[in-house]
């Protein structure tokens, strides 16, 4: 949700947001969009018609939450997903590490845009490794955080609506169904890629958004 006032703070950090995505692409310098997401696990049961047909009552059965987490870098056209117990700031810490150490370890600094949830703190990287690497990992990193109400601003998002409209619409009987769904459908999109160029930049903003820019 968009502010309903001027905000010198949500506008400030928004521009901070549509400059970076205004950037061209850099593989020493990788601007990859990170976020997640809970899923209830949700088994809906059938039944089947008087004519045969089988039908999806309203009914279902509850296993449990998963947390959905994405990472994709846009102008690549490229994401890793994966299907998380928790969302808990040490998963968030092994998710990010493992991607510093795997996909971006040339990468010279990855930029990182995501929204500014209490657990996405570069903090938490030394409550989780000795020092030095602690140390190591956050030379290799900086964070744009979205604004408050400034979701929207974050790519990934893109990747979740997607997801959910193609393999997440339907019934699953346990958490490993759902990393099977999500796995074949990331190897499938990372196939064939398709790089996104966010459309909205600074200069509409100022234009489409004034009403949010104090006035001086």
Request: charged share 25%.
């Amino acid at each position: 949700m968009i502010p309903a006032e001027q905000s010198a703070s949500f506008v400030c950090q928004m521009e901070q947001v549509l400059d970076l995505y205004e950037q061209p692409y850099d593989a020493d310098y990788p601007v990859v969009c990170l976020d997640e997401s809970p899923k209830q696990v949700l088994e809906y049961q059938e039944f089947t018609r008087s004519n045969g047909q089988r039908c999806q009552d309203s009914e279902y059965v509850r296993h449990g939450v998963v947390e959905l987490f994405v990472a994709t870098e846009p102008l690549r056209g490229w994401r890793e997903l994966t299907v998380e117990a928790d969302h808990k700031a040490a998963t968030w810490v092994q998710f990010v590490a493992r991607l510093l150490d795997t996909t971006y370890r040339d990468a010279k600094k990855v930029r990182w845009v995501m929204d500014n949830f209490s657990t996405h703190k570069l903090s938490f990287f030394y409550a989780h490794f000795p020092p030095a690497v602690a140390h190591a990992y956050l030379q290799r990193m900086e964070i744009m955080y979205t604004p408050a109400h400034g979701s929207w601003l974050n790519m990934a998002e893109i990747e979740f609506s997607v997801l959910s409209r193609q393999v997440l619409n339907r019934s699953f009987a346990h958490a490993d169904e759902v990393r099977q769904v999500v796995e074949a459908w990331k190897t499938k999109q990372n196939a064939k890629p398709k790089p996104r160029d966010w459309q909205f930049k600074t200069a509409d903003a100022r234009i489409k958004l004034a009403k949010l820019y104090p006035t001086i």
